[in-house]
């Protein structure tokens, strides 16, 4: 977790240099940096794509990348519930892990397409994908959102952002400037997230 900590504050400081380089060229240089893809770019962009989940359908590549490594990422956190491994997150999802027990799926599903949604809208997927859920920090908050039984602390947003990490491997994201730039996107909404001291 502390190297995921350091990614990110390379990423973040190498971002910033880069910044501070493009920004003091003037409009008389001739060479100029091609600006960077964005996220969603990298992760495959609006080429559309036959999608695996909805046969006959197609799914802009960057969106099916974000839906692969939410949905591993899910199945990481109940599989952990599952083996009621320590300091799992089977009291954050208490509501969905009780669903699921009983055999109903649909929250996960609509957990997958929120989180999906959110993070193919924000880190620049086209026009097509938008967020329309709750704040980042009302999801996270019992008081508004009685679908999250308990507040997240730094613990539990270092071990969900691990999870990442693993799915994003597990689903061919192996291009370490790619995963600096998700972790850095992840630690940007942590002040959001973790709500508990």
Known sequence: MKNLSKMALT??????????????????????????????????????????????????KGRLSYRSVVDTTITLIVKDI????????SAHFAPL????????TTNVAVLSKNLTDFFSANTGGSSTNTYSGKSMHDAHNPAANPRMAIKATNANYDKFIGYVGTAAGKNGVTDQTIINDVVTVLESLRTQVVQAP
Do not use: H, W
Request: hydrophobic share 30%; charged share 15%.
């Open 11 to 60: 990423a973040l400081l190498l971002g910033s240099m880069t910044f501070v380089v493009s920004c003091s060229k003037s409009k008389n240089d001739e060479t100029t940096t091609p600006a960077t893809p964005s996220l969603y770019a990298r992760l495959g962009g609006t080429t559309k794509v036959s999608d695996p989940k909805n046969p006959g359908q197609m799914i802009e």
């Open 82 to 89: 599952v083996a009621n491994n320590p300091g799992n997150f």
């Open 97 to 104: 892990v009780s669903e699921v027990s009983a055999g109903n």
